[in-house]
Nanobody, 124 residues
Framework: QVQLVESGGGLVQAGGSLRLSCAVS????????MGWFRQAPGKEREFVAA????????YYGDSVKGRFTISGDNAKTTVYLQMNNLKPEDTAVYSC?????????????????WGQGTQVTVSS
């Protein structure tokens, strides 16, 4: 099994930055990729970013490209989401997720493990 714990959320003004962390424990060697998703009240879950452990390829949702950066350590113990130039529309609960097998990487249904989420609120 794999456990994921997010941290780093909070309240920030528009234009500010936050860095989210996802601590990964358990059978981390079995993981193929990690992702971040977000969900705002009344909206569907949205893909934010993902990273494949093998090769380090990264992927981003259109709404965050150029502002957010996903990274991870070589030991697969932590995944980060650096969020810059935050906008009020970025307000959501951000969740870390892990998948064991190759997939299209942008779909939540392909992820096997999820964290509890951390709230990010951006004020205007």
């Amino acid at each position: 099994q794999v456990q994921l714990v997010e941290s780093g959320g909070g309240l920030v003004q528009a234009g500010g930055s936050l860095r989210l962390s996802c601590a990964v424990s358990g059978r981390t060697f079995s993981l193929y990729a990690m992702g971040w998703f977000r969900q705002a009240p009344g909206k569907e879950r949205e893909f934010v970013a993902a990273i494949r452990w093998s090769g380090g390829s990264t992927y981003y949702g259109d709404s965050v490209k150029g502002r957010f950066t996903i990274s991870g350590d070589n030991a697969k113990t932590t995944v980060y989401l650096q969020m810059n130039n935050l906008k009020p529309e970025d307000t959501a609960v951000y969740s870390c997720a892990a998948e064991r097998y190759y997939s299209d990487i942008i779909y939540a249904r392909d992820y096997d493990y999820w964290g509890q989420g951390t709230q990010v609120t951006v004020s205007s």
